[in-house]
């Protein structure tokens, strides 16, 4: 391919994403889609993302050498594959700046090329399980190098994950080998940073820069914690699988700082109005809350984990922060009821918060439940929450006098009354 051939190319991409009209997209697509038939296209795209500042180019090579790639891969040797590895990696270290400003759509479509291929190459050896050292230096390098470092985690946590289709056994292989090579870094890395910002040891002076980096953290984190750890590839529509099985050596989480990172986080993401860093804020608390039960080596352990829980959703509905928004609600709804269904009441109990904690939940279900119309499909967690707290109540035998009282209160109101 010439400057002329790219040219053209970069034209029909255009006309095939932006058409003038449906004869010019149909021209193109005709022209264009032969690029997807066959490994002998790779120079041509790979010449295209060298050359080419295009963002409709951009997006139909990556994607073209992603699909490329993912059908041939038995065709590619190792060289060529070390090969495009290499230089996605140099691509996107040298042009981060420059697509940023001119291209920032492709950027997605470009790492998740080169995320495609450390998953197609990750059990042919070592020499392809350095992703972590090879992002390095991305995290060492400018804000925008270090918020691309993160999307390449992003990405590679989501596409690595075991999926039901051709391939399956050996994409479930692949994705458990990550989880004991990769994953326990990738995860420091987002726990590291989350710690500078609760510290207040990160400054960034643009505003979008900081948004961006702060999503991209929490997404990682979000993948991370949502990772499927047994390669069962569960349903994620539904709330039945509530246990989070995480490594027993993921120790940094049995430290009760965690829930306070991303309670602090949160509070300040609705004070900037970052409504998607508030959700992940909250969805990781909810995974969080479901961490296995022999995941703790002792009671302790779990008790410090339920009072920083209980501490954090405490003073998140007694000052209403962020409940305006429905998403925030409907989540802190899901984080309130898989406190309890996580933990048995025994457990709860012991939390010194858990009396203060049940005060707070009780006036936000009554406010709930006085203005229903708002989210209903949320507040079910709440009744829930309640229901599920009737037979322990009557089964326990070492009873409070006056708390068990104002808690058989609180339930005979929310679900008699």
Same mark, same amino acid.
């Given at each position: 391919?010439?400057?002329?051939?790219?040219?053209?190319?970069?034209?029909? !991409?255009?006309?095939?994403?932006?058409?003038?009209?449906?004869?010019?997209?149909?021209?193109?697509?005709?022209?264009?889609?032969?690029?997807?038939?066959?490994?002998?296209?790779?120079?041509?795209?790979?010449?295209?993302?060298?050359?080419?500042?295009?963002?409709?180019?951009?997006?139909?090579?990556?994607?073209?050498?992603?699909?490329?790639?993912?059908?041939?891969?038995?065709?590619?040797?190792?060289?060529?594959?070390?090969?495009?590895?290499?230089?996605?990696?140099?691509?996107? $270290?040298?042009?981060?700046?420059?697509?940023?400003?001119?291209?920032?759509?492709?950027?997605?479509?470009?790492?998740?090329?080169?995320?495609?291929?450390?998953?197609?190459?990750?059990?042919?050896?070592?020499?392809?399980?350095?992703?972590?050292?090879?992002?390095?230096?991305?995290?060492?390098?400018?804000?925008?190098?270090?918020?691309?470092?993160?999307?390449?985690?992003?990405?590679?946590?989501?596409?690595?994950?075991?999926?039901?289709?051709?391939?399956?056994?050996?994409?479930?292989?692949?994705?458990?080998?990550?989880?004991?090579?990769?994953?326990?870094?990738?995860?420091?890395?987002?726990?590291?940073?989350?710690?500078?910002?609760?510290?207040?040891?990160?400054?960034?002076?643009?505003?979008?820069?900081?948004?961006?980096?702060?999503?991209?953290?929490?997404?990682?984190?979000?993948?991370?914690?949502?990772?499927?750890?047994?390669?069962?590839?569960?349903?994620?529509?539904?709330?039945?699988?509530?246990?989070?099985?995480?490594?027993?050596?993921?120790?940094?989480?049995?430290?009760?700082?965690?829930?306070?990172?991303?309670?602090?986080?949160?509070?300040?993401? !609705?004070?900037?109005?970052?409504?998607?860093?508030?959700?992940? !804020?909250?969805?990781?608390?909810?995974?969080?809350?479901?961490?296995?039960?022999?995941?703790?080596?002792?009671?302790?352990?779990?008790?410090?984990?339920?009072?920083?829980?209980?501490?954090?959703?405490?003073?998140?509905?007694?000052?209403?922060?962020?409940?305006?928004?429905?998403?925030?609600?409907?989540?802190? !709804?899901?984080?309130?009821?898989?406190?309890?269904?996580?933990?048995?009441?025994?457990?709860?109990?012991?939390?010194?918060?858990?009396?203060?904690?049940?005060?707070?939940?009780?006036? $936000?279900?009554?406010?709930?439940?006085?203005?229903?119309?708002?989210?209903?499909?949320?507040?079910?967690?709440?009744?829930? $929450?309640?229901?599920?707290?009737?037979?322990?109540?009557?089964?326990?035998?070492?009873?409070?006098?006056?708390?068990?009282?104002?808690?058989?209160?609180?339930?005979?109101?929310?679900?008699?009354?």
């Amino acid at each position: 391919m010439d400057a002329a051939s790219l040219a053209q190319f970069e034209r029909l !991409c255009t006309e095939f994403y932006n058409p003038p009209n449906e004869q010019a997209q149909r021209h193109a697509h005709e022209v264009l889609t032969p690029l997807l038939n066959g490994i002998d296209s790779v120079p041509q795209l790979q010449y295209v993302l060298a050359n080419s500042s295009n963002q409709q180019a951009l997006v139909f090579a990556s994607t073209a050498l992603t699909k490329v790639a993912t059908a041939n891969w038995t065709a590619v040797t190792e060289q060529q594959r070390e090969d495009m590895k290499n230089f996605m990696l140099n691509y996107l $270290f040298q042009n981060c700046e420059a697509l940023q400003n001119s291209a920032p759509y492709a950027v997605s479509f470009l790492v998740r090329f080169l995320c495609r291929i450390v998953k197609l190459s990750w059990l042919e050896g070592p020499q392809h399980q350095t992703i972590v050292s090879d992002v390095q230096k991305f995290l060492s390098a400018s804000t925008r190098h270090w918020i691309l470092g993160l999307d390449i985690y992003v990405q590679l946590t989501a596409d690595i994950q075991p999926t039901v289709g051709p391939g399956m056994s050996r994409f479930r292989r692949t994705a458990l080998s990550f989880r004991d090579i990769a994953l326990p870094q990738i995860f420091t890395t987002a726990v590291d940073i989350l710690t500078q910002m609760y510290e207040g040891k990160l400054r960034i002076d643009d505003k979008m820069d900081e948004f961006k980096l702060v999503k991209k953290v929490l997404q990682l984190a979000y993948n991370c914690l949502s990772f499927d750890f047994m390669g069962t590839i569960p349903d994620e529509t539904s709330e039945d699988q509530t246990t989070v099985m995480v490594p027993h050596n993921w120790t940094v989480l049995k430290d009760n700082i965690i829930p306070k990172l991303f309670f602090q986080l949160y509070d300040s993401s !609705c004070k900037n109005g970052w409504k998607d860093c508030a959700i992940y !804020c909250l969805q990781c608390l909810v995974l969080l809350s479901s961490l296995r039960r022999s995941f703790f080596q002792n009671e302790e352990e779990k008790t410090a984990l339920l009072q920083s829980m209980m501490e954090g959703t405490a003073h998140l509905i007694s000052n209403k922060v962020g409940l305006s928004d429905p998403q925030c609600l409907h989540e802190t !709804c899901r984080l309130i009821g898989r406190i309890n269904t996580s933990s048995q009441f025994k457990e709860l109990k012991q939390v010194p918060s858990f009396e203060m904690w049940l005060e707070q939940v009780y006036g $936000f279900t009554i406010d709930a439940i006085k203005n229903w119309q708002i989210l209903p499909n949320s507040k079910h967690y709440l009744l829930q $929450f309640w229901a599920q707290l009737v037979m322990p109540i009557m089964n326990d035998k070492d009873k409070t006098p006056g708390f068990h009282t104002k808690l058989e209160d609180y339930i005979y109101t929310i679900t008699v009354r």
